[in-house]
């Protein structure tokens, strides 16, 4: 077997080539005069502007948080005129966090980089989120994520797969050695809003989440980039967090943590406010994670989590496929959760759920709030280069997870184990081609195939159109503009 840098090399050309061919975006004009360029996006805008028209300087050294404020203010008029566009062009933009407004799109150049400021400072400080009761870092507040928004209709984040650089390593350094008074801001934060789409566009180095959509339905992640170093602390790639109608699909995601983690609150505070994560769908995505999931469920999840569908998934050494952590306390339940179609490189293993997942936000949980893990299927996987184990699996004493299902399962091991699956208080069945054969608690015998819903979410009905554009060249360029 080829070493893993060389297979991790492979899948990212194979993972850029293949969201080049689904996500093809039009080249952006040039020339002098007035350039016009097109883009896809669920909503077009009648009114756009470039972020030099509001002084913005693209030299990667000066402070742009004024200028972002600025354009994102003066767009915010044709909210209900045919939305606004601020287009970011080619340059090093550095700025604090900004808000975005609604029915609005920012559209990234493909040489453009939104540069998060390093000085902590300017990063406010906001009230941790209700369904978490204190920040995850520490308890109390939490500082805001760099580009946010809440109760937003229509928000648009896209371009020439341009970058948004977070610039975490000051941010990691202070959190391992405890210099921080509160929990670490995300990349992208969108609270209780409906209809965002973020395609085309790289995100870098978050301080920890990259995209984090909560409190909100309606969401389309497609074609977007995430890298960040796989020892950074909490770095997740894509976190819908008590949202509904999420559709996750054509992603690459290289990460410290996991690289896409359904939640929806934790303990007490989470069980209070009641909002499930539901009808997600993750697709054609690419996780490369050492020491993390492809794709978690929890450990927040005392909301609720159901109807999660994965299919065509990719990793390459990661440590497990899709895991469920939980832990009396959490109350609500993780249910039908369905997986296919996976191939699995270098896993440390491959079927992976907690039911004691001891992190609590404080003592005031309810111990009785036993949390409720049901109708899990897999089906169509293969793992080849799993050199731990194929499979742990252990619910909680007195309430064992349910209805797990496998088919058409294999786990290659690197070496043979007398034992390769760990298995307590959990129920399922399998059929005869899953290999190594399952523990005996997943030995119920059933007919071949296990479910995968067959009706179409809301979410799969959203689709794109072709939307263009036109600024003045000094306004598109920064060295037109210099010229000028």
Not at 238 to 247: T, W, Y
Not at 324 to 343: P, S
Not at 364 to 370: F, I, W
Request: net charge negative.
């Amino acid at each position: 077997m080829a070493p893993l840098h060389i297979l991790c090399l492979l899948v990212l050309a194979v993972a850029a080539t293949t969201a080049a061919a689904r996500h093809h975006v039009p080249p952006e004009a040039g020339g002098a005069g007035v350039g016009q360029s097109t883009y896809l996006a669920p909503t077009c805008r009648e009114h756009t502007a470039s972020l030099t028209e509001f002084g913005g300087v693209g030299d990667g050294t000066t402070s742009n948080t004024a200028a972002f404020q600025k354009a994102v203010a003066h767009l915010s008029q044709y909210s209900d005129s045919g939305g606004g566009m601020l287009y970011v062009p080619a340059g090093k933009w550095l700025t604090a966090p900004f808000n975005l407004t609604s029915h609005f799109t920012l559209f990234l150049h493909a040489d453009a980089v939104i540069l998060a400021s390093q000085n902590i400072a300017e990063w406010p400080v906001i009230d941790p989120l209700p369904s978490y009761g204190r920040g995850r870092d520490h308890a109390g507040g939490r500082y805001t994520s760099l580009i946010a928004g809440s109760n937003l209709t229509d928000v648009v984040i896209t371009g020439n797969n341009g970058s948004i650089d977070g610039q975490g390593a000051t941010w990691w350094s202070k959190y391992k050695s405890g210099k921080l008074k509160y929990t670490r801001g995300y990349l992208i934060e969108l609270m209780h809003s409906d209809t965002i789409f973020i395609s085309n566009v790289t995100l870098l180095n978050s301080p920890a989440w990259h995209i984090h959509p909560v409190y909100s339905r309606g969401i389309v992640v497609s074609g977007v980039t995430i890298l960040a170093p796989t020892k950074s602390p909490n770095t997740d790639g894509i976190n819908p967090d008590s949202c509904s109608q999420v559709r996750i699909e054509d992603c690459y995601v290289v990460s410290g943590d996991d690289c896409v983690a359904i939640k929806s609150g934790w303990d007490e505070y989470g069980i209070a406010v009641g909002m499930p994560s539901e009808h997600i769908v993750v697709r054609r995505l690419t996780c490369v994670s050492p020491t993390s999931a492809v794709i978690a469920l929890g450990s927040e999840m005392s909301g609720g989590i159901g109807d999660v569908r994965a299919e065509d998934v990719t990793a390459v050494g990661t440590e497990s496929a899709v895991r469920i952590k939980t832990a009396v306390g959490r109350g609500a339940y993780v249910r039908d959760v369905y997986a296919r179609r996976m191939t699995l490189v270098g896993m440390k293993r491959v079927f992976w759920m907690t039911g004691d997942y001891k992190s609590h936000p404080d003592d005031k949980y309810d111990p009785t709030a036993v949390p409720v893990v049901e109708n899990i299927s897999y089906q169509d996987v293969v793992a080849t280069g799993v050199w731990k184990e194929a499979a742990r699996m252990e619910g909680i004493q007195g309430a064992p997870f349910k209805g797990i299902c496998m088919a058409n399962v294999t786990a290659e091991m690197t070496k043979a184990r007398k034992v390769s699956w760990n298995c307590a208080d959990v129920e399922g069945v399998s059929s005869a081609d899953v290999t190594p054969a399952p523990c005996e608690a997943l030995q119920g015998a059933h007919g071949g195939a296990c479910p995968f819903p067959t009706d179409t979410l809301d979410i799969d009905k959203v689709t794109v159109q072709q939307c263009s554009y036109s600024l003045p060249a000094a306004a598109a360029s920064p060295a037109a503009a210099a010229a000028n």
